[in-house]
């Protein structure tokens, strides 16, 4: 069984920061791919960006330059440095991995995390 917990939303006033983190806990062999998505109300899951463990980032057009992914490999870690936050940027944020789980047989499965609130108002 594999789990991932996210921590880290809220509220806060346009212009402002977050870091959301997420870890991932189980019977892990390995995690490849970790990122983030989310999703507005009315609108459908988006990727925001997305880590590989060698390394290999993705952004969306709309966060390049104001958000960072990053990700602690030892730890199955991985956080999203949220700066100048917008109102467009308040959303559902949820924490996605790849990973391939403990024993046989030797595959990888999808999960995610509960999804955190991320609010931008003033």
């Known amino acids: 069984q594999v789990q991932l917990v996210e921590f880290g939303g809220g509220l806060v006033q346009p212009g402002g920061s977050l870091r959301l983190s997420c870890a991932a806990s189980g019977s892990i062999a390995s995690v490849r791919t970790m990122a983030w998505y989310r999703q507005a109300p009315g609108k459908g899951r988006e990727l925001v960006a997305s880590?590989?463990?060698?390394?290999?980032?993705v952004y969306a057009d709309s966060v390049k330059g104001r958000f960072t992914i990053s990700r602690d490999n030892a730890k199955n870690t991985v956080h999203l440095q949220m700066n100048t936050l917008k109102p467009e940027d308040t959303a559902v944020y949820y924490c996605y991995a790849l990973v391939r789980p403990q024993g046989p047989p030797i595959n990888t499965n999808n999960y995610w995390g509960q999804g955190t609130q991320v609010t931008v108002s003033s």
């Open positions: 880590t590989t463990n060698g390394g290999g980032t």
